[in-house]
T-cell receptor, first 115, second 111 residues
Framework: ETGVTQSPTHLIKTRGQQVTLRCSSQSGHNTVSWYQQALGQGPQFIFQYYREEENGRGNFPPRFSGLQFPNYSSELNVNALELDDSALYLC??????????????FGPGTRLTVL | GNSVTQMEGPVTLSEEAFLTINCTYTATGYPSLFWYVQYPGEGLQLLLKATKADDKGSNKGFEATYRKETTSFHLEKGSVQVSDSAVYFCALQGGSEKLVFGKGTKLTVNP
């Protein structure tokens, strides 16, 4: 069973640029959640995708957007990068059922540095 | 909204010492509670979880009990090892599926 993978591992961008981060979910999972972890902080929920639709969003501006594909992999796009976007971006996959409270499995993260 | 407050770090212990990391939460309804561990340069790994009041989660010698009356989920280990050095995050999950994390507690265990 393949776990959650993310690419790239590290990325350096400059202010104003755009970035796309990718995540492959664990086999059998239908839900992907994205989190931003600033240095020394806990992860903050960005948004979640379930069956290719956004299924909840945290307190992040619209320049943070995402996609989920039919194979349940996902992308996180950030436009007009700002210095404060420098962080570790974590993807987590899960299998959503009606009961909720489903365990999320995390990937290793993408470290984004904005200069 | 839902929130998690955990003990400020860093925590430094000697090998074989007893560990407690406090975690309290505020939530509507009956959330699931988790402890995650993050080793340097890595993502998050689930350490243990509890889904209802009075449940005890345990793994690798770590334990935490879901206390509804005190809204707490404190992490304990009887005898820590150098390999336990990491950052520990308490988290809750309500009906919306998203995880809400505390700020993390860095643990360093010295030989």
């Amino acid at each position: 069973e393949t776990g959650v993978t993310q690419s790239p591992t590290h990325l350096i961008k400059t202010r104003g640029q755009q970035v796309t981060l990718r995540c492959s979910s664990q086999s059998g999972h239908n839900t992907v959640s994205w989190y931003q972890q600033a240095l020394g902080q806990g992860p903050q929920f960005i948004f979640q995708y379930y069956r290719e639709e956004e299924n909840g969003r945290g307190n992040f501006p619209p320049r943070f957007s995402g996609l989920q594909f039919p194979n349940y992999s996902s992308e996180l796009n950030v436009n007009a990068l700002e210095l404060d976007d420098s962080a570790l971006y974590l993807c987590a996959s899960s299998y959503t059922t009606s009961g909720g409270g489903n365990e999320q499995f995390f990937g290793p993260g993408t470290r984004l540095t904005v200069l | 909204g839902n929130s998690v407050t955990q003990m400020e770090g860093p925590v430094t212990l000697s090998e074989e010492a007893f560990l407690t990391i406090n975690c309290t939460y505020t939530a509507t309804g009956y959330p699931s509670l988790f402890w995650y561990v993050q080793y340097p340069g890595e993502g998050l790994q689930l350490l243990l979880k509890a889904t209802k009041a009075d449940d005890k989660g345990s793994n690798k010698g770590f334990e935490a009990t879901y206390r509804k009356e005190t809204t707490s989920f404190h992490l304990e280990k009887g005898s820590v090892q150098v390999s336990d050095s990491a950052v520990y995050f308490c988290a809750l999950q309500g009906g919306s599926e998203k995880l809400v994390f505390g700020k993390g507690t860095k643990l360093t265990v010295n030989p």
